[in-house]
C-alpha cells in the first residue's frame, strides 16, 4: 500500500552517497587548483630574470624592521583623518538625504541645491576635490589654524564622501514602503515624527552593508590628503623610499593599511551576507 | 441630522481617474457598515480618504458635528479619532509589539510611557496577545500580525474604526481569529467601516451593507436586504461572481 515510504530508505542512503560523492569531489578540485596555482607563483616568480633585484627592494626584512614603526606612528594621523571624517560624514550625507527626498515645495530651492552638490561632488575625482580645496581655500590668505591644509584636505574629503553617502542613504530611504509610512500618518503621527521614529529607523538598517563599503574606501582614500602636506602613513613611506632608496615602506604602508581594511570589508560582507539572509527568500543550490 | 459620521458628496480623483464620484453616507453611533464591491470599485480609497491620507477633492467629511475634511483643519488630529487598519497590516518591522502599539500614543496622543504600556497591555491581554508583548512582527502569523495592527488602532481609542479588506492577506485558517477580535470589538460600541470580501462575516455583523459600483453607492441597506435580495441588476451580478468563488 505504502510503496513509497518502503523503498524510501534506500531511495535516501543512495541520494545521501552520491551527495557525499560529489561534495567529496568538489573539495578534491578545490584544494589540487588552489596547490597549483601557489606552487606556480611560488616556483615561477624567483626564476624571474630580476627577481633578486626587486626582492632587495621591494621585500628587503631590514627595512621592513626599521621603517615599520616609523610609519605605524603617521598612520595615526590617517586614523585621526578618518575618525572625525565619519561622524561628519554620516551627519551631512544625512542632511543631504533627507532634504532630496522632502516633499515639502518650500524646500525646491535646497533640494535643487543638493542635487548640484551631489552631481557636482560624484563627478570629479577625490584627488580634484582635495588639490582645489586643500589649495584653493589656504590661498585665499586665512590666518592660522585657519591655513592648515590638513584641515581642508579633510574639508574635501568629507564633501566628497558626503556626497556618495547621501545617495547611499537617500536610496535606503525610498526603499522603505510607502505603506510603512501611510501607517505611521494613519496613527495621527505628523510627517517629521514618521520620518524620524518609523522610515530612517528601517532605512538605516537596510543600508549598513553599502555604507561600511564607503567608509573602507574612505579609510584608503584619507591617504590622499598627504598629496597636499601632511605627514601620513603614505607620504612618510615616500620620504623612507627616498632616503634608503628602497620600496620596501611601500610594502610596509601596504600591509599596514590591509590591517585595517581586510577586517573592515570582511564585515561589511558578513553584514550583506547576512541582510540578504534575512531578506532575499531561499537560496538555490549551486 | 445627528449621525456620528456624515460622508457628503466626496469626491477623489488619482490623475484623470475618477475614483469617487460623490459618495454620501450617515452612520450612527456604534455602527458597522460594511462596504462591499469589485476591486477599483473605491473602498480603499473611500476609507483612506475617511482617515485622511488622501485629501478628497470636493464633498465633506463630518465627524461628531465637526468637518474633518475642511482646509487648514490638523489632519493628525481628526486621524487620532478614526483609526485605520491595512490589508497587509503595516507593522513596524523594527519595533516591538508592545512599542507598535504605543509609538503613536506616546507621541501623537502625549501620554506617558507608563501609562502607553498599561494601555497596551490591557488591550493584548483582551485580545489574548499578552505573551507576545516582546515579540517582533515577523515571528507572528499574519491573523496575530493582524489583531496587532486592529489593537494598534483601537489603542488611540478612536471614536471610529476603518477596516481596509483586513482579512484579505490571510490564510483562510487565520480569518476567524481576526474577525472574532472585530465581533468583540462590535460589542463595545466601536463605529465601524469596513470594506469587505467576507460576504457571510458581512452578513452577520453589519448594520448596513453598501455595495459600491464605479464610485458610488449603488445600493445600501440592512444585509438582508442588500445581501439577500439586492434590488440592483449589478449587485446581483457582484453577488452571483462573489458567491460562485
Known amino acids: 500500500m505504502n510503496s513509497a515510504s518502503s523503498n524510501g530508505p534506500s531511495r535516501a542512503s543512495a541520494r545521501r552517497a552520491f551527495e557525499e560523492q560529489r561534495r567529496r569531489r568538489s573539495i578534491a578540485i578545490a584544494t589540487t587548483s588552489t596547490i597549483a596555482f601557489v606552487a606556480l607563483v611560488v616556483v615561477l616568480v624567483p626564476r624571474m630574470p630580476r627577481w633578486d633585484r626587486v626582492k632587495q627592494s621591494f621585500f628587503s626584512g631590514e627595512q621592513f624592521a626599521d621603517s615599520f614603526p616609523r610609519l605605524l606612528d603617521a598612520f595615526v594621523l590617517d586614523l585621526k583623518i578618518f575618525a572625525w571624517s565619519v561622524p561628519i560624514i554620516l551627519g551631512f550625507g544625512m542632511l543631504v538625504a533627507l532634504a532630496r527626498v522632502s516633499r515639502n515645495p518650500a524646500l525646491f530651492p535646497i533640494r535643487a541645491l543638493c542635487v548640484i552638490y551631489v552631481d557636482l561632488m560624484r563627478g570629479v575625482p577625490v584627488l580634484l576635490w582635495i588639490y582645489l580645496i586643500g589649495f584653493g581655500v589656504p590661498g585665499l590668505g586665512l590666518e592660522r589654524p585657519w591655513n592648515s591644509p590638513l584641515l581642508w584636505g579633510t574639508v574635501a574629503l568629507c564633501l566628497t564622501y558626503s556626497s556618495y553617502v547621501s545617495e547611499v542613504f537617500r536610496s535606503g530611504i525610498e526603499g522603505v514602503h510607502e505603506s510603512q509610512r501611510a501607517a505611521a500618518r494613519s496613527l495621527g503621527l505628523t510627517h517629521g515624527q514618521t520620518l524620524r521614529l518609523v522610515v530612517i529607523p528601517q532605512a538605516v538598517r537596510r543600508v549598513i552593508p553599502p555604507l561600511m563599503n564607503d567608509l573602507v574606501s574612505l579609510q584608503k582614500d584619507v591617504a590622499l590628503v598627504s598629496l597636499i602636506g601632511p605627514i601620513e602613513i603614505l607620504r612618510q613611506a615616500g620620504i623612507d623610499k627616498s632616503k634608503f632608496a628602497n620600496f620596501t615602506p611601500y610594502v610596509v604602508a601596504a600591509v599596514i593599511f590591509l590591517c585595517v581594511t581586510v577586517p573592515l570589508t570582511r564585515t561589511a560582507d558578513w553584514l550583506l551576507a547576512r541582510e540578504r539572509r534575512r531578506t532575499g527568500g531561499t537560496r538555490v543550490a549551486a | ?245
Open chain 2, 1 to 245: 441630522m445627528n449621525a456620528h459620521l456624515s460622508i457628503r458628496g466626496v469626491h477623489k480623483s488619482f490623475g484623470a481617474n475618477e475614483v469617487l464620484r460623490g459618495v454620501s453616507l450617515d452612520v450612527p453611533r456604534g455602527n458597522v457598515v460594511a462596504f462591499i464591491g469589485a476591486s477599483g470599485s473605491g473602498k480603499s480609497t473611500l476609507l483612506r480618504c475617511i482617515n485622511l491620507l488622501e485629501p478628497i477633492d470636493d464633498g465633506e467629511i463630518v465627524l461628531d458635528g465637526t468637518d474633518i475634511s475642511a482646509p487648514g483643519f490638523d489632519a493628525n488630529v481628526a486621524r487620532r479619532d478614526v483609526g485605520l487598519v491595512f490589508q497587509s497590516y503595516n507593522l513596524f518591522p523594527h519595533m516591538n509589539v508592545m512599542r507598535n502599539i504605543t509609538l503613536a500614543l506616546t507621541h501623537a496622543a502625549g501620554a506617558d510611557k507608563s501609562a502607553a504600556e498599561s494601555t497596551a497591555m490591557d488591550l493584548l491581554t483582551r485580545f489574548g496577545l499578552a505573551d507576545k508583548a516582546r515579540t517582533y512582527p515577523e515571528q507572528l502569523s499574519g491573523g496575530q500580525q493582524q489583531r496587532v495592527a486592529i489593537v494598534r488602532a483601537v489603542a488611540l481609542k478612536p471614536s471610529v474604526l476603518l477596516l481596509d479588506e483586513v482579512t484579505a492577506a490571510l490564510d483562510p485558517q487565520l480569518v476567524g481569529e481576526v474577525l472574532d477580535l472585530i465581533a468583540e470589538l462590535r460589542t463595545s460600541g466601536m463605529t465601524m467601516l469596513m470594506a469587505t470580501h467576507e460576504m457571510s462575516f458581512a452578513h452577520s455583523i453589519a448594520d448596513t451593507v453598501c455595495f459600491l459600483h464605479e464610485g458610488t453607492i449603488h445600493e445600501s441597506g440592512t444585509p438582508q436586504q442588500v445581501l439577500d435580495a439586492p434590488r440592483e441588476e449589478r449587485t446581483r451580478a457582484f453577488l452571483a461572481r462573489t458567491n460562485r468563488r
